[in-house]
């Protein structure tokens, strides 16, 4: 059976490198997805010099739209490399944006993934979670994954975005407590 690993939100690929170590000699497919124009550089250097061969960038934001978004960067003497496609977020400048490529993670998921893989997908997507999590179960494509790992980040916003992602953040709490997926890790409360 074909293994596919995905990373939502590759940012300095620890949790890539986390999940590869421990599946040392097994053979996985791996899909990266990082807009970030800051790390970008970080991550093909790092892919370049990996002994790990299977491993496809795609240098676009998950949303649940395809073109382009503004992506929100750190403030100076914050945490200059996270960012995100939301504004409200702590330490953002909402002055400080890139104009990045984004696409509809969910259609992109069912077009391209081997639903008979063993899928497991990490996601840390700073907000964008409460987009691409409700598409995947309305489409039901979330039912392919065999084990997930997700960070949220409801608690991070303020404002507009806060009071939009908390009732979807009680509902996708509500969703994973009840359904029949296998080793699924979240991190993040409201």
Not at 77 to 89: D, R
Request: neutral net charge.
């Amino acid at each position: 059976m074909k293994k596919i690993y995905i990373e939502v939100g590759a940012y300095s690929l620890h949790r890539t490198r986390d999940f590869l170590n421990e599946h040392k000699g097994e053979e996985w497919m791996v899909f990266l997805f990082e807009p970030n124009p800051l790390i970008l550089p970080f991550i093909k250097e790092e892919i370049k010099k990996s002994e790990f061969k299977n491993i496809v960038l795609y240098e676009v934001a998950a949303g649940s739209t395809n073109g382009t978004r503004k992506f929100y960067l750190g403030r100076r003497g914050a945490s200059q490399v996270a960012a995100t496609l939301f504004e409200g977020k702590g330490y953002i400048d909402k002055n400080k944006f890139e104009e990045v490529q984004c696409i509809d993670f969910n259609q992109w998921f069912l077009d391209n993934v081997d639903k008979g893989a063993e899928i497991h997908m990490s996601m840390d997507i700073e907000g964008g979670e409460y987009e691409v999590l409700p598409a995947m179960i309305k489409s039901g494509a979330i039912n392919y994954i065999s084990s997930m790992d997700v960070e949220f980040h409801c608690r991070k916003f303020k404002g507009k975005n806060r009071e939009i992602f908390n009732p979807i953040h009680k509902e996708l709490m509500e969703f994973f407590k009840n359904c029949k997926l296998k080793n699924v890790v979240l991190n993040g409360r409201l």
